[in-house]
């Protein structure tokens, strides 16, 4: 029964006269509030007596496009009709985003949406977009960017005489995979020869085939690489084995042959990275480019095709581009009118244009005065009606839910808790989404509840404050450390919308201000999140395991309180409420004071899911809701039905499969496999702070329980050598990460206790000679080649399949799926650096390194013909001495260190 229930049920049970009294006092206290909470979870979650609340709902929204409509993806162009869920889009951030949902629309009225740039698309009317309206100041100082409107209701505004603005994507981070032989050219050097080089030859077969570039510029002359003989007053021509180089790339490219009216920017260049498409767009702007006095800059080309490569390059960077053509004329030495052919030019503008050009005499006279002090946009011409035709509508998982359609990449189109607790409960809140871009929805709201924009200031970081004296402050912090920005400014309700998107150790240090010096004023914190669908969310699910883990031991209750103590960033759970000091084995209650250095408190906190049935706004939409029915059975199980464990989706550069690591921890049982001894011991040493000493034990393929101890209880190296040796047996190797500087100490406290050759030294930046199983790609650096390794032992498809049990845990289960592959070369396999993944995850993977490197030495079964029985006196000694000399008559993972 929800706490909406027991309060109908007293009501129920009172008198007549008493409900009438009961309600004369309602109405006359709750007459001047502003929000009232939905009956259902958005009730319980408000009155919730929980210090942490995770609120979860349901997730939606769409825009319809035609079938055959382009939408670019991380890896080219993908057809609407083509995208299914799962797939990945570009969002108007530019990064990669989820399909969440794609949902078939009927026959309707469909538009032609017209820029003032050239670029069009075909959409229907309940397409939503963020848009502007030129020339609004008082929108502008409100802090609202953008507003969210239908194709319809925008193309009304644009009958009743406003200019619509719409924003332009950011530089988008395309990833496509091409062979490299087709790459061999430096994309600068590539852009050069597009502008002012000669390649029409390079198709031939005569040894004589000419590849000249024109210039007056030593600067571009000394940046072609090989060597070039002087051919002409201003020309150059490419000799040697350069020349051969060339050759074979511009063939491979396609551009073999091409006269200058043909030239265009080959595929393999126009889909890569950002950095790479700015290096051929400033070869181009180098040569065949332009910057006027004032810094505006055009590109000049008689091919159509490669004006249009150049502004469809222009606008995947963030900038804006638009063609207009030219043909001139001229007369001959007969007097003759003769007809040149005709030029295109791209009008270019970025918000600071000195980034098309290296070339230093066109960097020098570029300036922010094109467009540089302001948010660059994109102006709607026209909307008009293109007849009726079936869209398809797609929900990303992207904040904005804005992704980029089209040729011309266009961007197209549960936080009511938190302010109204803001706006009715608390005195000093602070309402934060991750990025301040993503905002206006939450700054719009507030407005629209508080009825006036008075006491509204946009100013960043925005904030409201209300008639009543209460402040709400508007809060972002995209990377992590940014969180760092609200140290020292106190609030009593800390909400996060989109929790799933932030890192663990955010939410963490955020949690740690929610605080207030008003006697009797409640602090809690709210986390407003649909469920997480890829593993950078997977912190939810440790921190409330109880409600989420379907395998936790004492599961509890939606709304049901549970008490934690949180120690060097682990939680404990506890009995209850109260003041807990740590006796050395375990935390009892203290009568000490709350503020005593030694004390821990116990907050509570719970979880309330949300349906999309507990929103009436939204049960109202049919359409809406028939979407999310059309949902696959486990992304509607998380997005409709707010069922967070359902739908989480590996990243596209994810190294190991979640699947396989949930298989091996489905294996795991209390004791080892096939009586296998302890085979190594995986160390990942800390010194203080707020990282964990983490001992990982292996048995073969069985992994004990981790031991994890934290730092703040390491005071040196003799206390982990200590640790480790407490939880060594049968003559394991002990392998003890080196890096950053903490492994040094114990280390040499092992080898004066026991032989050096069982303690092995793990250098994860090392370079290694090693392959892969299929000689194929070797690997980056030991880090690389560990975690590798580790991959193919879960590989469930191997002969026998995969035989590691790794034991349930809900931190290492987040950190081995956060392990990301760095690029996609060929060649090597390079992981994203360790520095990153924090910077993306919020902590260190220490728990995922500690269990990969104890695989990657010791014994395994595979060493034994016939398994661990035929093993020579597998626990015949607990503890190698130093200098001991090997006996052939007992096991020694020494002797099977591989």
Request: charge should be neutral; glycine fraction near 10%; proline fraction near 6%.
């Amino acid at each position: 029964m929800s706490l909406f229930d027991e309060l109908i049920e007293r009501v129920n049970g009172l008198s007549e006269k008493e409900r009438a009294d009961l309600v004369d006092e309602v109405e006359q206290a709750t007459s001047g509030q502003k929000w009232f909470p939905n009956e259902g979870p958005q009730t319980d979650a408000y009155f919730s007596e929980a210090f942490i609340t995770l609120y979860g709902g349901a997730g939606g929204g769409g825009k319809g496009l035609l079938p055959d409509e382009k939408v670019i993806t991380p890896f080219g162009y993908r057809k609407m009709c083509d995208l299914k869920v799962g797939d990945r889009v570009l969002a108007s951030s530019g990064t990669m985003s989820q399909v969440i949902g794609v949902y078939p629309q009927p026959v309707q009225q469909t538009y032609k949406v017209t820029f003032h740039d050239g670029g069009e698309i075909i959409t229907d009317g309940p397409h939503k977009w963020n848009y502007s309206v030129s020339g609004k100041p008082t929108w502008r100082k409100s802090g609202l960017k953008w507003k969210v409107g239908t194709t319809a209701q925008m193309m009304q505004m644009i009958e009743d005489g406003r200019t619509l603005m719409i924003p332009l994507c950011e530089p988008l981070k395309l990833n496509k995979t091409y062979r490299f032989e087709q790459r061999k050219l430096d994309p600068y050097v590539l852009g050069l020869l597009l502008g002012d080089g000669y390649i029409a030859q390079c198709g031939k077969p005569d040894s004589n085939v000419k590849i000249s570039f024109t210039t007056v510029d030593d600067e571009l002359r000394t940046a072609l690489p090989g060597e070039w003989k002087t051919d002409g007053p201003c020309g150059y021509r490419v000799v040697g084995d350069y020349r051969k180089t060339l050759i074979e790339s511009l063939t491979a490219l396609g551009l073999n042959g091409c006269t200058s009216e043909f030239k265009f920017v080959p595929e393999p260049y126009k889909l890569n990275n950002v950095d790479d498409r700015f290096a051929i767009l400033q070869g181009l702007m180098d040569t065949d480019g332009t910057v006027t006095d004032d810094g505006k800059a055009y590109f000049t080309s008689v091919s159509k095709q490669l004006a249009e490569d150049v502004r469809w390059l222009v606008f995947s960077l963030g900038g804006r581009a638009t063609i207009t053509t030219k043909r001139g004329a001229y007369r001959d030495s007969n007097g003759e009118l003769v007809n040149c052919k005709t030029s295109y030019n791209v009008y270019i503008r970025m918000p600071d244009n000195s980034v098309l050009f290296r070339l230093s005499r066109k960097v020098k006279r570029c300036g922010l005065s094109n467009g540089g002090k302001g948010e660059l946009k994109r102006r709607i011409k026209s909307i008009e009606p293109h007849g009726e035709a079936a869209t398809i509508c797609i929900a990303i998982d992207h904040p904005s839910s804005l992704y980029v359609a089209g040729d011309d990449l266009i961007v197209t189109h549960n936080s009511d808790c938190g302010l109204g607790l803001a706006f009715t409960a608390h005195q000093r809140s602070l309402i934060m989404r991750r990025k301040y871009t993503d905002l206006s929805g939450l700054t719009e709201r507030a407005i629209e509840i508080n009825g006036t924009r008075k006491g509204f200031n946009g100013s960043a970081p925005p904030k409201l404050t209300t008639e009543d004296g209460r402040l709400i402050e508007f809060g972002a912090a995209q990377h992590v450390g940014d969180e760092a920005s609200w140290q020292g400014r106190p609030h009593d309700l800390l909400y996060l919308d989109e929790a799933a998107q932030w890192a663990e150790s955010q939410v963490r240090y955020l949690m740690g201000w929610v605080r207030s010096a008003t006697p009797g004023q409640r602090c809690r914190v709210v986390l407003g999140s649909n469920p997480p669908l890829s593993d950078e969310g997977a912190w939810m699910i440790s921190m409330f395991a109880p409600w989420l883990d379907d395998r936790h031991p004492n599961p509890a209750k939606p709304g049901e309180l549970r008490w934690y103590l949180t120690d060097g960033g682990e939680d404990v759970e506890v009995n209850g409420p109260g003041a807990y000091v740590f006796n050395g084995s375990d935390y009892v209650r203290s009568e000490l004071p709350e503020d005593h250095p030694d004390v821990l408190v116990a907050l509570s906190r719970t979880f309330i899911p949300a349906k999309l049935k507990d929103n009436p706004t939204l049960m109202r939409n049919a359409q809406y809701k028939a979407q999310q029915d059309a949902l696959p059975e486990h992304l509607r199980a998380a997005i409709r039905d707010g069922k967070f464990n359902a739908a989480r989706e590996d990243h596209e550069l994810q190294l190991i499969p979640s699947e396989w690591i949930q298989a091996a921890m489905d294996r795991w049982t209390a004791q080892p496999h096939n009586k296998a001894p302890q085979c190594a011991i995986g160390v990942d040493p800390v010194r203080g702070g707020k990282d964990n000493l983490i001992i990982a034990p292996r048995y073969d393929g069985w992994y004990a329980p981790l031991f994890k101890m934290p730092g703040k209880q390491v005071n040196d190296g003799l206390t982990i050598a200590s640790e480790i040796l407490k939880h060594r047996t049968d003559n394991s190797i002990i392998v003890i990460d080196m890096g950053g500087g903490y492994g040094g100490s114990p280390y040499d406290s092992l080898i004066t206790n026991i032989n050096e050759d069982y303690v092995i030294q793990h250098k994860g930046s090392e370079k290694t000679h090693e392959r892969t199983k299929t000689g194929r790609q070797g690997f980056y650096n030991r880090r690389a080649l560990v975690y590798y390794r580790f991959y193919e032992a879960l590989d469930p498809t191997q002969p026998g399949g995969s035989s590691i049990a790794l034991p349930p845990d809900p931190f290492l289960m987040a950190q081995l799926c956060s392990i990301r592959l760095k690029q996609d070369d060929v060649d090597i396999i390079q992981l994203e650096p360790k520095v990153d993944l924090v910077k993306r995850t919020g902590q260190s993977p220490d728990e995922a390194d500690a269990v990969v490197m104890a695989w990657s030495k010791g014994a395994k079964q595979d060493n034994f013909r016939g398994g661990w029985e035929n093993a020579p006196n597998p626990r015949s000694r607990q503890r190698a001495v130093k200098r001991t000399p090997r006996s052939a008559g007992r096991f020694d993972s020494k002797r099977y260190n591989r």
